[in-house]
Nanobody, 114 residues
Framework: QVQYVESGGGLVQVGGSLRLSCAAS????????MRWYRQAPGKEREVVAR????????VYAASAKGRFTISRDNTKNMVFLQMNSLKPDDTAVYYC???????WGQGTQVTVSS
């Protein structure tokens, strides 16, 4: 069964940094691109970043470009999101996914206070 366990969120001040981690299981992790999504209160879930299966190619939403870095460790079945220069608009629950079926983890809450 596909499972995701996200961690690393928390409360941070504007301009601060956080590193999110996601442990994935139940599928051949190294074969799939991975994405980080986020969902803010009252808003649709949106993609933040994507990384190819080998880690050689990444794509970012405009809101994340230049501030966030997605990476992965295929030896540990993990994907990461380094978030710098955080803004209040980054406040959301963050999820990782390989987009295999409709499986989602519990997410990790990121709150940026001004």
């Amino acid at each position: 069964q596909v499972q995701y366990v996200e961690s690393g969120g928390g409360l941070v001040q504007v301009g601060g940094s956080l590193r999110l981690s996601c442990a994935a299981s139940g599928f051949t992790f190294s074969s799939y691109p991975m994405r980080w999504y986020r969902q803010a209160p009252g808003k649709e879930r949106e993609v933040v970043a994507r990384i190819e299966s080998t880690g050689e190619s990444t794509v970012y939403a405009a809101s994340a470009k230049g501030r966030f870095t997605i990476s992965r460790d295929n030896t540990k079945n993990m994907v990461f999101l380094q978030m710098n220069s955080l803004k209040p608009d980054d406040t959301a629950v963050y999820y990782c996914t390989a987009r295999l079926g409709n499986y989602w983890g519990q997410g990790t809450q990121v709150t940026v206070s001004s």
